[in-house]
């Protein structure tokens, strides 16, 4: 069987338009079926909504689990691109659009993955499970979660290899290798304020919401929020200082000076977002008409959160900058989620990643602001870890498309996360 390289994959999943919503992922599950059923790959589609499809396939069989999950949903593209966003289009070396980054090149991947070690045909010593699920990108309701509510089963693994990794930065000359194994939770929460409305020529005879509203959010502008390393968090800081020769000891008052010496912005930034909780005004809305004094406002605040602070934690550092006259509700409560850094399976992924990577680079474990579906693994008990390989040379401007506009990948780092996860599958399932 001719193995279709994965740059060819990843280009005919992106002409899929599973934008979610309203997701559609049954198209790819019907490509990805007529492609295992080529191999001889027994599969399974479950489609808990009509058209939104979650592939399974399992190759080889076995009490050792190693399982495989990319998700099939993309966000809209927007406007303004280079390209068009769902061409799929190969050139120079590069795969362009949406969802080559997030997360069908990590899909094609894998896809590339499981169908070389079926062709090569070596037996496992266990079951390696490959999962292309729905609905990631909106809560994953019709994908991860369900399946971990509904038939967790399908996807149990002694550990997971998921999207979410950092792309690897070059500080001094040195190429770092992230390895995700935790992520942030969420405290998203509305805020309200309430006055009296009375018209808008004498206004002294109201209460205006919408000012007392925007004196609560100037104060939160202003939030310092307290700092709090978390052991893997203090090992990345420590490990980066000492790759640019700087020898300071680590500590709650030097870590904003010691973040800033990192010259890339977005890694810098997603570097502090790990060291506090973070705070984010991002939706107001109150008034209604010009000459009517307001008597209702409220502003969707995005929280996110680090282990050991709770909805107490949050409300109370709410209040202290908000004051008695701010309503507060927390409307989405969910707690951040961790593997350990301290087992088997990470020594595992970081041999297999300095095997593709050269053994002078440095890996190093990462925590992500953000969330993705290795939430509901971790709180079902399987352990995920998040990979952004990226092979040398990559362009490191591209990270930035994610979710955004012209999002591409290169060729040659599609071939690497292929080779890194047939390595992970020959190293966990020989
Ligand atoms: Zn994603």
Redesign the pocket.
């Known amino acids: 069987m001719v193995i279709i390289a994965p740059e060819r994959i990843l280009s005919d999943l992106i002409r899929f338009k599973t934008v979610n919503p309203p997701g559609n992922e049954n198209k790819v599950a019907g490509y990805l079926k007529e492609l295992f059923d080529s191999f001889g790959i027994s599969i399974e589609i479950l489609e808990p909504e009509k058209n939104r499809a979650n592939f399974i396939a399992r190759l080889g069989s076995g009490s050792k689990k190693l399982l495989f999950l990319s998700?099939s949903d993309v966000v809209p593209a927007g406007e303004g691109w280079n390209f068009d966003p769902f061409s799929g289009e190969i050139k120079n070396g590069v795969v362009y659009g949406r969802g080559a980054l997030?997360?069908k090149g990590l899909m094609a991947a894998q896809v590339h993955a499981v169908l070389r070690l079926a062709s090569e045909g070596a037996p496992l010593n266990g079951t390696l499970i490959f999962a292309a699920t729905a609905d990631?990108?909106r809560g994953g309701t019709c994908g991860v979660k369900y399946l971990i509510e509904n038939c967790p089963e399908k996807i149990r693994a002694d550990f997971a290899i998921n999207?979410g990794g950092e792309e690897p930065i070059f500080i001094n000359g040195q190429m770092i290798y992230f390895i995700q194994l935790g992520e942030k939770g969420t405290a998203w929460s509305t805020l309200r304020a309430r006055g009296k409305s009375c018209h808008g020529s004498i206004p002294t005879l109201g209460e205006n919401a919408v000012l007392k509203m925007i004196c609560a959010l100037n104060s939160l502008a202003g939030y310092e929020a307290e700092i709090k390393l978390i052991p893997e968090v203090s090992l990345l800081i420590r490990e980066l200082m000492r790759i640019k020769g700087i020898r300071e000891p680590l500590d709650d008052e030097n870590a904003d000076r010691l973040i800033n010496c990192i010259e890339d912005k977005g890694f810098r930034e997603t570097l502090r977002a790990m060291t506090r909780m973070t705070i984010s005004p991002n939706v107001i809305e109150g008034g209604s008409k010009t000459n009517v004094v307001p008597d209702y406002c409220s502003a969707d605040v995005d929280v996110r959160i680090l282990p050991g602070q709770d909805e107490e934690y949050v409300l109370s550092e709410l209040q202290r900058y908000l004051g008695d006259e701010i309503e507060i509700e927390i409307k989405n409560f969910l707690a951040p989620t961790f593997s350990t850094s301290q087992s088997d399976y990470y020594r595992l992924i970081e041999s297999a990643t300095k095997e593709i990577a050269g053994n002078d680079i440095t890996c190093l474990p990462h925590i992500s602001p953000g969330a993705?579906d290795s939430r509901f693994l971790r709180n079902a008990g399987i352990p995920a870890y998040g990979i952004g390989h990226m092979a040398r040379g990559f362009e490191s401007e591209a990270r930035n498309t994610v979710h955004g506009k012209n999002e591409r990948i290169d060729i040659a780092s599609l071939h690497l996360k292929s080779e890194f996860l047939v390595r992970i599958v020959k190293k966990y399932l020989s």
């Open positions: 998700h997030d997360c990631e990108e999207e993705t």
